[in-house]
Every structure is written in structure tokens, then in C-alpha cells.
């Protein structure tokens, strides 16, 4: 078993949700931001932003910024 420091940076944004088909090739299901970055706009929480948001905000960065922003970084290939 892999024990992880929990105080370690972190190395993904991100965790894909894949599965393998009768071939092994796979398929990306479903990609999740870690932690949660939703913004606000959603029906019933028209007001309400992730902490991620919240300290893109701080930065002066509008949520549209913020998903730029992670969209253009460079992804390294595991």
C-alpha cells in the first residue's frame, strides 16, 4: 500500500474517470476537478463559488479567468 503525505503538493488538478473496452484501449468517462471549482450561476446558487473561486476572486480573476487559466496550462502524459 502507497502511503501518501497529505501535506504534499498537489499534482493534478484533475481525476479522470476512465474505463477500459474489450480491446484495453481506454475511454474517458467523466474528468473532476480536485478540489471542486464550480462558480457561481447555478440555478439555486446563483451566489455561491468553490474556494477555489473564491480565491481566484481574490486574485482579481473572474470565474471565466479561472477555467482559462487551468484549460491553458501544460499537461504532462502519464
Known sequence: ????????????VSVPD???????HFVV???????NSTGPGRPGRAN?????GIAAS?????????IA???SQSWMAY
Open 1 to 12: 500500500m502507497t502511503v501518501v503525505d497529505p501535506w504534499a503538493p498537489a499534482e493534478a
Open 29 to 35: 468517462i467523466d474528468v473532476n476537478m480536485k478540489p
Open 58 to 66: 481574490a486574485l482579481g480573476w473572474t470565474y471565466r479567468e479561472l
Open 69 to 71: 487559466n487551468i484549460a
Open 48 to 52: 455561491q463559488a468553490s474556494l477555489v
Open 18 to 24: 476512465a474505463r477500459a473496452n474489450r480491446q484495453g
